[in-house]
C-alpha cells in the first residue's frame, strides 16, 4: 500500500516537472527552436487546429524559423494566428512561405522573461509540495485505519520528502538551465 502511494507521488510529480519543462518552451529565447510556436492556435476549416498539425515548422537559421503551410489557403491564417500569439513576433510571407525572425533579447525583456520562468517553476514546487501532502494524508488515513504502524507511518513520511526534495532539486537544476540560456546573448 505505502508503495502504491509512494509511485503514484513519483509519478504526479515527474508530471508536474514535464508542465514545467513545457511551459518553459514557451518562453522564447534570443534563439530560433521550434517548440516556441507550440501553443499556436490556427483556424483550420472551421475548427482550431495546433501549427505543427497544419503546417511544417523548421530552423532556417539561428534567428529565423519558416513555417511551410501544407495548404497554401492557410498562409494568412497562420500569420495572423502567429500575430495574435502574445509571442512578440512579426511574421513575413515570401509566397507560401513564411518566415519568422527573432528579435534579440533586450536586458528588460530578458528579466522579464526570467521573473516568469521563476513563476513557473514556483508553481510546480506548490505542484510538487501539494502532492507530498495528498500522499502524506494518505498514509495517514493508513494509520488511522490501523493497517500500518506509526513506524510504517514515520519511514513513509521520510520516504516521500525524498522524493519531493529530489523533485524540487530537479525544479531548481530546469531553473538554473533556462535563466542561464536567457543571458547568453
Known sequence: MIEGIKKDAKTRMSKALDALSGNFNKIR????????????QVSYYGSDAPLSQVANVNVEDA?????????KNLVPDIEKAIMKSDLGLNPSTAGAVIRIPMP???????????????????????SIRNIRRDALAE???LLKDKKISEDDERRAGDDIQKITDQFVADVDKALAAKEKDLMEI
Open 29 to 40: 529565447t534570443g534563439r530560433a527552436h521550434p517548440s516556441i510556436l507550440d501553443g499556436i
Open 63 to 71: 534567428r529565423t524559423l519558416s513555417v511551410t503551410p501544407w495548404e
Open 104 to 126: 534579440a533579447l533586450t536586458e528588460e525583456t530578458r528579466k522579464n522573461f526570467i521573473r516568469q520562468a521563476r513563476g513557473e517553476a514556483e508553481t510546480a514546487r506548490v
Open 139 to 141: 498514509v495517514k488515513s
